[in-house]
């Protein structure tokens, strides 16, 4: 760095008033008053001066060389524009080697008097020999680094061949040019605004490119989208009914009303079993075999997208089905919601009552094989009951037929019952005729008579002892005849009772049966809408935008993944 050259400066100290021939030009003017301050004001370079003039100041009190070179040293220093930091620097450094600094302007100069950078960490020595006459500058100025403070003004060359300097300085002249030099604070601003500048400059670069594509990938395919709904897509108009399945609850013993009068709701399989129907390629095909489900969609005056082909196949067919019709089923209510979309208001709500018309069909045939199942089988047990119980009876009748009497059961007691009475007969006749017979002097004719009473109940009690040994035994007894009737009446009993248990059972399945029944009940009838539900032009738009907007945003963090992978 350059410095500014100082005119050489001298201090002067009168010791005794000085006349009028001795005093200096510029000292008359003063009235003889002391010269002011050199510091205050440095003269400009004047030629040696003249033997008067040393004559004059030898006189006075003049300070000496190495005094006014350090001071002229100090100011050179305090123009330099060091910063508080290298000034602390160079009070440490000076400090450190032990030099007797009054200031940091005053240590700075010590240490370059020692040939020591205080600004540079490494210190080093730089040792330069001046050459002859290198004190003195153009014009006469006076060298601020020219020599150590122990040189004297007029040393000789060998002199100063042996003092150790710092490089000299670049004299300055005062019709010179601003320095291209510029201080570290702003080289370092400069630096920071151009490094601002260049990250403002990729901003803007960065920030328009990700403009362009997002008018590339996002904003050019929901314009076409948006295009297409307000401009291109035909209208199609929407048709909404509800209907509902309930079924019975009442019992068929409760009067002639019974069965038809509480009803609730249907389990949710049946309805999601309609709703399934409706939903199916079968519901679909009918329609079609119908009411023209296809022609309908194959109309020219439909758009590209929305129109089917000439010939189009089931597949396709479905899938502008399932775009159209649209169904859905609400648990905690019950209650089937459908939308069916045309482009014909007439035909949307014909398509919506005819597909009404096969859900209630699907709904009757939902039970009606589990109940005809139900009262097969019950009938098919009512009746072998009751043809068990007729085989029971006719073989009761068969046995009582057999043995020539309805009761042998009282036939039998019939027997002993009078075995009974004839044997209580011939207790008491013995009995008389023992008393007979106890008399001295019996009557002849009633012992004769008792004798042949007591005879004729003991024959008549061997004839039906005989004819009860006749009954109990043989292979056609009454005995055994009566066991086999009685047989077949238990038979016949168990008979009864299965036949009315199957009674019962069949009646039980009529009133299940019954319960089984399931009704769809239209809750809001399709009508024909008089203004188009869709295409909605806005929210499909926005919808449109929100997707393209998606999809670039996972490609673009896919890619800054893959990339910062591959570079790391």
């Known amino acids: 760095m350059t410095t500014k050259p100082k005119a050489r400066k001298f201090r002067i100290r009168r010791a005794a008033p000085m006349t009028g021939a001795s005093a200096a030009p510029g000292d008359a003017d003063n009235g003889g008053e002391t010269a002011p301050d050199p510091r205050a004001q440095a003269p400009d370079p004047q030629p040696a001066p003249s033997g008067a003039a040393r004559q004059a100041a030898a006189t006075g009190d003049v300070s000496s060389a190495s005094q006014v070179q350090g001071d002229n040293t100090i100011d050179a220093i305090r123009q330099e524009g060091l910063t508080g930091r290298q000034l602390r620097m160079a009070r440490r450094v000076a400090q450190k080697h032990n030099l007797p600094a009054t200031s940091d302007f005053d240590a700075v100069r010590l240490l370059r008097a020692k040939g020591i950078d205080p600004f540079q960490r ?5 040792l330069v020999v001046p050459q002859a006459g290198a004190e003195q500058h153009e ?7 020219a020599s150590l403070p122990g040189a004297a003004g007029g040393a000789g060359a060998g002199a100063a061949e042996n003092r150790v300097q710092l490089p000299q300085t670049v004299p300055v002249k005062k019709q010179q040019l601003p320095s291209t030099e510029v201080s570290p604070a702003d080289r370092r601003a400069q630096e920071m605004f151009n490094i601002q500048r260049d990250i403002a400059r990729r901003r803007r670069r960065k920030t328009g490119i990700l403009l362009v594509r997002l008018a590339f990938f996002v904003m050019l395919p929901t314009f076409l989208a948006g295009y297409y709904f307000y401009a291109i897509a035909t209208p199609m108009y929407a048709t909404k009914s509800e ?5 019975n609850e ?11 009068l509480p009803t609730q709701f249907a389990t949710n399989s049946d309805s999601i079993a309609v709703q399934g129907f409706l939903q199916s390629k079968d519901a679909m095909l009918r329609l079609d075999r119908d009411v023209g489900f296809k022609s309908h969609f194959t109309q020219d005056w439909i758009d590209p997208i929305q129109r089917l082909g000439e010939n189009p196949t089931n597949e396709e067919a479905y899938k502008v089905f399932k775009k159209n019709v649209k169904i859905g089923y609400d648990p905690t209510e019950g209650m089937i919601r459908m939308e069916v979309a045309a482009a014909d208001p007439e035909v949307s709500a014909q398509f919506a009552r005819q597909l009404i018309n096969y859900a209630e069909e699907r709904v009757n045939n939902l039970s009606q094989q589990k109940r005809e199942d139900q009262m097969r089988d019950a009938r098919e047990g009512f009746d072998r009951a009751e043809s068990e119980r007729r085989e029971a009876q006719e073989a009761l009748v068969r046995l009582q037929i057999e043995g020539s009497t309805l009761d042998p059961e009282g036939v039998i007691a019939s027997l002993r019952t009078q075995i009974s009475t004839l044997e209580t007969q011939i207790i008491e006749k013995e009995i008389e005729l023992a008393s007979l017979l ?13 004798r042949g009473t007591l005879d004729i109940l003991k024959v008549q009690l061997g004839l039906l002892n005989n004819k009860m040994t006749d009954v109990s035994r043989g292979e056609n007894s009454l005995a055994e005849l009566a066991a086999r009737i009685q047989i077949a009446q238990a038979d016949l009993a168990a008979r009864d009772m299965m036949m009315q248990s199957a009674l019962q059972q069949m009646e039980q399945s009529r009133v299940e049966a019954s319960r089984q029944v399931r009704y769809l009940t239209v809750a809001v009838d399709p009508i024909a809408s008089q203004e188009p539900s869709y295409p909605r032009a806005f929210e499909n738009t926005i919808l449109a935008f929100l997707v393209f907007a998606g999809i670039y945003l996972m490609i673009s963090l896919t890619a800054s993944i893959l990339r910062e992978q591959v570079t790391s």
């Open 122 to 126: 490494s210190n080093m020595l730089e």
């Open 139 to 145: 014009g006469g100025a006076p060298d601020a680094f």
């Open 243 to 247: 209907f509902l399945i309930i079924q």
């Open 250 to 260: 009442g019992s068929g013993g409760a009067g002639p009303l019974g069965g038809l």
């Open 438 to 450: 106890n008399n001295a002097r019996p009557n002849q004719s009633r012992v004769d008579g008792a």
